[in-house]
């Protein structure tokens, strides 16, 4: 079983739709849970941070984590054909150093305008 | 924030052979790390890579396949050793850059994509 669990997609949405994304986990050392965003040959860029367990809102992007259910995701307001990526969620023990980061296999998110 | 560049952006190769992957940072850095993106799967840690020390491998990948080099605060590189088709991915290099919060972000390079034949 894999640490991180992602669905693949592709999720397509219609402009202006939510778009929902979920990880779940298995480790419950997990203290630090982000997303990031990748666009076709780019690296991936830092979207959100949350430590803990909460809620974290950025414009139109909302991050929750439910470590009692093992279970973050991040919610996109309004979307916008500029969101068209793959977002991965990531996760790091507090123990670990930074750069060990477990990462789900990425949600492939299309919005058609 | 950091700006990190790789060279090559892409390369084709023939079984067997190595390829040298280079991460160039604008500033310098404590740690750098390099990552492998298989297609379909999850980006996975190799190793990360301290300057004046060794490289230390996750479980799974070895410093004879994988050979890093760290000669300052700036530069990295990587090579993939005597390579099969499985070894076609993305290789990645990221550093941790200081925000002024409690979490140190990551920041990623644009990625070598490799295709071995």
């Known amino acids: 079983q894999k640490e991180v669990e992602q669905d693949p997609g592709p999720l397509s949405v219609p402009e202006g739709a939510i778009v929902s994304l979920n990880c779940t986990y298995s480790?419950?050392?997990?203290?630090?849970f982000m997303w990031y965003r990748q666009y076709s040959r780019k690296g991936p860029e830092l979207l959100m941070y949350?430590?803990?367990?909460g809620n974290k809102e950025d414009g139109r992007f909302t991050a929750q984590v439910d470590k009692s259910s093992k279970y973050i995701s991040l919610f996109i307001r309004d979307s916008q054909p500029s969101d068209s990526a793959t977002y991965l969620c990531?996760?790091?023990?507090?123990?670990?150093?930074?750069?060990?980061?477990?990462f789900g296999a990425g949600t492939q998110v299309v919005v058609t305008p | 924030s950091a700006v990190i560049s790789q060279k090559p952006s892409r390369d084709i190769c023939q079984r067997g052979t190595s390829l040298t992957i280079q991460c160039q940072v604008d500033?310098?850095?404590?740690?750098m790390f390099w990552y492998r993106q298989q297609p379909g799967q999850s980006l996975t840690l190799i190793a990360t890579?301290?300057?004046?020390?060794?490289?230390?491998?996750e479980s799974g990948f070895v410093i004879d396949k994988f050979p890093i080099s760290r000669p300052n605060l700036t530069f990295s590189t990587l090579t993939v050793s005597n390579m099969s088709p499985e070894d076609s991915s993305i290789y990645l290099c990221?550093?941790?850059?200081?925000?002024?919060?409690?979490?140190?972000?990551?920041?990623f390079g644009p990625g070598t994509r490799l295709t071995v034949l």
């Open positions: 949350t430590y803990s367990s």
């Open positions: 990531a996760m790091s023990a507090a123990t670990d150093s930074w750069g060990k980061l477990q």
């Open positions: 480790n419950s050392a997990f203290q630090y």
């Open positions: 990221s550093v941790e850059g200081y925000t002024g919060g409690s979490y140190n972000e990551q920041f």
């Open positions: 500033s310098q850095v404590t740690m």
């Open positions: 890579a301290n300057q004046g020390s060794e490289a230390t491998y």
